[in-house]
């Protein structure tokens, strides 16, 4: 599903670059709930040793917090606009992370070169979901996991998310939202040959599942 906001039709303005500078505010006011409930889900599953991609990394926070708990990230986003407030956030707070604007369909690394992929609240936003989860599995080194934060949209309606919308309206860009129900999200994992290690819920109205695919590749 396309969202092309009232009164913007025909613009080629997209959301995440035009709320890039004012997104780490929003999701402090509209979803704080929700993004503790992520980083407790995530933070059980840091390690000092582990070399960790964030993939459609937005502004950073995350990626940021996530350097705290393991050797190192890689944020990409493809948004350039989140890319440039990420390095903003690193300039005046250096860390053991770096960002890179790259598209999830196209990642700029080796196969194989690291030992667990993060990606949180993107996947339902990306215009090829599936080519992405495989992207996301080559990177990976065997016996490496994803850990996947996404909406389910088809199980519970976008219209559930009043601040999600009332934001998209705000900003009038573009986005995709893809509407997976959860069973079809853990059968794109599969179909990607991920291992799925743990299927849950973490979050209702709007459903958030949190899988964990593990890479089964030699
Ligand atoms: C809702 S934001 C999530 C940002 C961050 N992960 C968080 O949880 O705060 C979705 C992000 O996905 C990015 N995105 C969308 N399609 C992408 C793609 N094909 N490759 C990489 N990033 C993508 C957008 O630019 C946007 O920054």
Redesign the pocket.
Known sequence: MTYDAPGREGTDR????AS?HS??DW?ADAFGDQ?AV?WDTLARHMSPALRVL??????????LRLARHCQAVWG????P??IAVAEQKLAAEPANACFQQ????DLPFDDHSFDAV???????????PDK?LGEMRRVLRPGGELLL?AYCYGDSSLSENHSLLDWAVKYRGK??WHSFTFDQLVGLLQLREFEVVEARRIWEKPVVAFLRGRSTAV
């Open positions: 997209n959301l995440w670059e890039a997104y780490d999701i993004y992520n964030d993939v459609g990394c937005g502004p950073g926070s995350l990626s990409v986003d493809v948004t606009e989140m790259a598209d999830a369909c993060v990606s949180v609240n993107a996947l339902q936003a990306m215009d090829q992405a934060i986005t995709i």
